[in-house]
């Protein structure tokens, strides 16, 4: 089975603080992305990678940055949290091959306070 | 601009009953269509995944079916179970799969 893992299920930091979100998959996939999902908002793409060291903006990429080092690794990196940026912070993974099925983490639930 | 809408936004049924959540979509042009599952404060689980050369898919109990020139998808759900009750978003792929377009989703509740 395909396997997306968030490092954090839960976190809570203070405003200004820099905030990683690990994220590792198991399939060699090409694609990973960062979504965050907000009541009556849905999900926003905040940023999305299609190979390693290349990254590109999503809808929202505004307050955060990323970095893929490795394949398999996608990090979200805020640099100085803000309350606004309180959500949950979902990271998933797609093969150009085949059928480009998305897979998701479990999720990261951040709290800025 | 691209968009997908699901209604109904919530649906309450009884258990066993059969049931249809539907999934519209504004640009025929899409890769996939992909039937999401989200239970309350977790990630998304992969339910179907319809290629679009594909008509349906099945798995199980469900059902999903994709026709592309009225922009529609459904997921038909057999023998509804009080465990199937969650969130269900659809969402169709664009472009090699780096552009996703997610619904809003059903709240689907199964009463025991």
């Known amino acids: 089975d395909v396997k997306v893992t968030q490092s954090s299920r839960y976190l809570v930091k203070r405003t200004g603080e820099k905030v990683f979100l690990e994220c590792v998959q198991d399939m060699d996939h090409e694609n990973m992305f960062w979504y965050r999902q907000d009541p009556g908002l849905g999900l926003r793409l905040i940023y999305f990678?299609?190979?390693?060291?290349?990254?590109e903006k999503g809808d929202i990429p505004e307050g955060y940055s990323v970095s893929r080092e490795k394949k398999e690794r996608f990090s979200l990196i805020l640099e100085s949290a803000s309350t606004n940026q309180t959500s949950m912070y979902l990271c998933a993974s797609s093969t150009r091959r085949n059928t480009g099925e998305l897979f998701f983490g479990e999720g990261s639930r951040l709290t800025v306070l | 601009k691209q968009e997908v809408t699901q209604i109904p936004a919530a649906l309450s049924v009884p258990e066993g009953e059969n049931l249809v959540l539907n999934c519209s979509f504004t640009?025929?042009?899409?890769?996939?269509l992909q039937w999401f599952r989200q239970d309350p404060g977790k990630g998304l689980t992969s339910l179907l995944l319809i290629q679009s050369s594909q008509r349906e898919q099945t798995s199980g109990r469900l059902n999903a079916s994709l026709d592309k020139s009225s922009g529609r998808s459904t997921l038909y759900i057999a023998a509804s179970q009080p465990g199937d009750s969650a969130t269900y978003l659809c969402?169709?792929?664009?472009?090699?799969?780096?552009?996703?377009?997610f619904g809003a989703g059903t709240r689907l509740f199964v009463k025991a």
């Open positions: 969402a169709s792929v664009y472009t090699g799969g780096f552009k996703t377009i």
């Open positions: 990678s299609y190979d390693v060291k290349m990254k």
């Open positions: 640009d025929s042009a899409i890769y996939n």
